[in-house]
């Protein structure tokens, strides 16, 4: 009990770290329950990005003056920060792209469109995945002819991780999956998935979109080869990214952006590249959106990770347990909250989830409706939309009451 | 401010939970659907003309309250009128839903239709009020070529 309450956050202190929860909207105090899509950002985040432009402007790697050796030391700076959130074994593992999306392009290009894969060689997705995890491959499907083959999942949201046995196969050359749902919350069990698809010697790419913000990550333990995140839902600004890689899978990879930086020689007939991470950083990279993802990382790292999911955790059964209260309110996803992070896919009968969004937005309270970006999943479902909400740090069980009321007030109107 | 209230009246509901013409019309001069992917409504609009005159009008499909109401009152709208009537209308329609948050919003010559000027305090949602409008119109449209074609 002590215990528990000792790893608790301390949400009113993190609360006043972030300006923009201080604003009203239409008139009421603004909960934000969208932290899924993006979060919002600390102060101390802001204050890093405009620090960098204030002060020491300059551009990486290129400059011989102390301005440029400031910009480039706090760049790399926060690359050591990546790599140690994700217990990556070195630095040079982390490659600084602008999203998850670019991230599993990288991979979709340079391992598979470019990389290893041959014609026949099979990919195997789920149909869980945000569509960002889907149609990189679908390049790799039409342009290289390599079969995809998808896992389903059960009812309540869960991988249905038997499938695996039957759809890796000795020419299966990427197994690739969502650590966390977008939609359901649900948490797969990627440490099982990687050793599975290893057994078969393929490589594992995994999404942690909606992961690194929320649960404590260990690329080493959990034998990922390639993992990506965006910076923009983990307090960081939006337009960085980051795609974690395994050296050997890094090796085999080929470059998405030819240009600056990413070279060691050109000549008119040939160019040989720089080394990893750099050779996948073509051009002037997002110096300010990496300073501020370093700070977010800091950020993180001092409320401990551990901290930041038993938090969602408590609100997320909350969350769960207040609006299985309500009658005609339905729910998607796992109901264990140890088997899923802080999102809560929802529909209200005889409402359509447009309508839910629109009645909470005069409510102050931010929700997202539609398909999230997973339509496979939503088809998988035979749904055609779902309001979400998402918990984060700065989200407790004050807002999920103004969210219970809210849905009350949509019914009322509907009634 | 924005009111709940404005954006969802009692006639928006009403119209919403009992669309009137809502059916599909099995020899239509002109059909069209309309999709609006990133909600995932839907909506099929049916119509038989009369020389110029929009004799009978339906629609069928699934969505929010705002495009499903919309779609329903557009039908008792334009139901009579003539094509040029009908884009008339909408276009009037269109000023209605698209005006600035805040304005004082013009329902003149709209009747019944002057119920979703509370879209206009939620431009998100304008959309949703338009998609059955532009169906029509593009039913009407797609009617244009097949007579040219004759
Ligand atoms: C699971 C998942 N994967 C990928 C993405 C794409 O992230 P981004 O838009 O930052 O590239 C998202 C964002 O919504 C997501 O939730």
Same mark, same amino acid.
């Given at each position: 009990?002590?215990?528990?309450?000792?790893?608790?956050?301390?949400?009113?202190?993190?609360?006043?770290?972030?300006?923009?929860?201080?604003?009203?909207?239409?008139?009421?105090?603004?909960?934000?329950?969208? $932290?899924?899509?993006? $979060?919002?950002?600390?102060?101390?985040?802001?204050?890093?990005?405009?620090?960098?432009?204030?002060?020491?402007?300059?551009?990486?790697?290129?400059?011989?003056? !102390?301005?440029?050796?400031?910009?480039?030391?706090?760049?790399?700076?926060?690359?050591?920060?990546?790599?140690?959130?994700?217990?990556?074994?070195?630095?040079?593992?982390?490659?600084?792209?602008?999203?998850?999306? *670019?991230?599993?392009?990288?991979?979709?290009?340079?391992?598979?469109?470019?990389?290893?894969?041959?014609?026949?060689? *099979?990919?195997?997705?789920?149909?869980?995945?945000?569509?960002?995890?889907?149609?990189?491959?679908?390049?790799?499907?039409?342009?290289?002819?390599?079969?995809?083959?998808?896992?389903?999942?059960?009812?309540?949201?869960?991988?249905?991780?038997?499938?695996?046995?039957?759809?890796?196969?000795?020419?299966?050359? %990427?197994?690739?999956?969502?650590?966390?749902?977008?939609?359901?919350?649900?948490?797969?069990?990627?440490?099982?998935?990687?050793?599975?698809?290893?057994?078969?010697?393929?490589?594992?790419?995994?999404?942690?979109?909606?992961?690194?913000?929320?649960?404590?990550?260990?690329?080493?333990?959990?034998?990922?080869?390639?993992?990506?995140?965006?910076?923009?839902?983990?307090?960081?600004?939006?337009?960085?990214?980051?795609?974690?890689?395994?050296?050997?899978?890094?090796?085999?990879?080929?470059?998405?952006?030819?240009?600056?930086?990413?070279?060691?020689?050109?000549?008119?007939?040939?160019?040989?590249?720089?080394?990893?991470?750099?050779?996948?950083?073509?051009?002037?990279?997002?110096?300010?959106?990496?300073?501020?993802?370093?700070?977010? +990382?800091?950020?993180?790292?001092?409320?401990?990770?551990?901290? +930041?999911?038993?938090? *969602?955790? *408590?609100?997320?059964?909350?969350?769960?347990?207040? %609006?299985?209260?309500?009658?005609?309110?339905?729910?998607?996803?796992?109901?264990?909250?140890?088997?899923?992070?802080? +999102?809560?896919?929802?529909? %209200?009968?005889?409402?359509?989830?447009?309508?839910?969004?629109?009645?909470?937005?005069?409510?102050?309270?931010?929700?997202?409706?539609?398909?999230?970006?997973?339509?496979?999943?939503?088809?998988?479902?035979?749904?055609?939309?779902?309001?979400?909400?998402?918990?984060?740090?700065?989200?407790?069980?004050?807002?999920?009451?103004?969210?219970?009321?809210?849905?009350?007030?949509?019914? !009322?109107?509907?009634? | 401010?924005?009111?709940?209230?404005?954006?969802? @009246?009692?006639?928006?509901?009403?119209?919403?939970?009992?669309?009137?013409?809502?059916?599909?019309?099995?020899? #239509?001069? #002109?059909?069209?659907?309309?999709?609006?992917?990133?909600?995932?409504?839907?909506?099929?609009?049916?119509?038989?003309?009369?020389?110029?005159?929009?004799?009978?009008?339906?629609?069928?499909? @699934?969505?929010? #309250?705002?495009?499903?109401?919309?779609?329903?009152?557009?039908?008792?709208?334009?139901?009579?009128?003539?094509?040029?009537?009908?884009?008339?209308?909408? @276009?009037?329609?269109?000023?209605?839903?698209?005006?600035?948050?805040?304005?004082?919003?013009?329902?003149?010559?709209?009747?019944?239709?002057?119920?979703?000027?509370?879209?206009?305090?939620?431009?998100?949602?304008?959309?949703?009020?338009?998609?059955?409008?532009?169906?029509?119109?593009?039913?009407?449209?797609?009617?244009?070529?097949?007579?040219?074609?004759?």
């Amino acid at each position: 009990m002590s215990k528990a309450e000792k790893t608790l956050l301390n949400v009113p202190k993190i609360q006043a770290d972030f300006p923009i929860l201080h604003r009203k909207i239409r008139g009421k105090r603004l909960v934000y329950l969208d $932290s899924a899509a993006t $979060s919002q950002k600390p102060r101390q985040v802001i204050d890093a990005t405009t620090d960098f432009y204030m002060r020491y402007n300059a551009n990486v790697h290129r400059a011989i003056y !102390e301005l440029g050796e400031e910009a480039t030391r706090e760049y790399e700076g926060a690359r050591e920060k990546v790599a140690a959130f994700i217990h990556a074994r070195s630095p040079n593992q982390v490659i600084f792209t602008k999203s998850t999306t *670019e991230a599993l392009n990288l991979v979709a290009y340079g391992y598979g469109l470019k990389g290893p894969i041959q014609a026949g060689d *099979e990919i195997v997705g789920t149909v869980m995945e945000h569509h960002s995890n889907h149609v990189p491959w679908h390049f790799v499907r039409d342009h290289k002819g390599a079969v995809l083959k998808y896992v389903d999942i059960d009812d309540e949201g869960n991988l249905r991780m038997e499938q695996y046995d039957e759809l890796i196969t000795k020419r299966t050359k %990427i197994v690739t999956v969502s650590m966390c749902s977008n939609v359901l919350g649900t948490i797969n069990p990627i440490k099982e998935i990687a050793k599975r698809a290893h057994e078969a010697g393929a490589v594992c790419v995994v999404d942690a979109a909606q992961a690194a913000p929320h649960l404590p990550i260990d690329v080493q333990s959990l034998g990922a080869d390639f993992l990506a995140f965006s910076g923009h839902k983990m307090l960081g600004p939006t337009g960085i990214g980051v795609l974690y890689g395994e050296t050997e899978a890094l090796e085999a990879t080929e470059p998405l952006l030819g240009g600056g930086e990413m070279i060691r020689e050109v000549h008119l007939g040939r160019a040989s590249w720089n080394d990893i991470p750099y050779r996948f950083e073509g051009g002037t990279p997002n110096i300010a959106g990496a300073i501020g993802l370093g700070v977010a +990382v800091d950020y993180l790292t001092d409320l401990k990770m551990e901290a +930041v999911r038993a938090h *969602e955790m *408590e609100v997320t059964r909350y969350a769960l347990d207040e %609006i299985h209260r309500i009658p005609g309110v339905r729910t998607y996803g796992p109901e264990d909250v140890k088997q899923k992070a802080g +999102v809560l896919a929802f529909t %209200i009968d005889g409402v359509h989830p447009h309508d839910i969004a629109s009645i909470l937005d005069v409510e102050g309270i931010c929700v997202r409706s539609g398909h999230h970006c997973a339509q496979p999943l939503m088809e998988r479902y035979d749904l055609p939309a779902t309001a979400r909400a998402s918990f984060y740090v700065y989200n407790d069980s004050d807002d999920v009451d103004v969210l219970m009321a809210g849905i009350r007030k949509v019914q !009322e109107v509907f009634a | 401010m924005a009111d709940l209230r404005e954006l969802y @009246q009692e006639t928006i509901l009403d119209h919403s939970k009992k669309p009137r013409n809502f059916h599909e019309i099995a020899e #239509a001069d #002109a059909s069209a659907v309309g999709h609006n992917p990133l909600c995932g409504d839907r909506v099929t609009v049916y119509v038989r003309l009369r020389d110029d005159t929009i004799a009978d009008i339906a629609f069928v499909g @699934q969505g929010c #309250a705002i495009s499903k109401a919309s779609a329903s009152l557009m039908t008792d709208a334009v139901k009579g009128k003539s094509r040029v009537q009908a884009h008339q209308l909408f @276009q009037l329609f269109h000023r209605m839903v698209t005006g600035k948050p805040g304005d004082p919003v013009n329902t003149a010559g709209l009747g019944k239709l002057a119920v979703l000027s509370g879209v206009s305090e939620f431009p998100v949602r304008v959309k949703c009020a338009s998609l059955a409008w532009h169906t029509l119109e593009a039913a009407l449209e797609s009617k244009k070529e097949i007579v040219s074609l004759e």
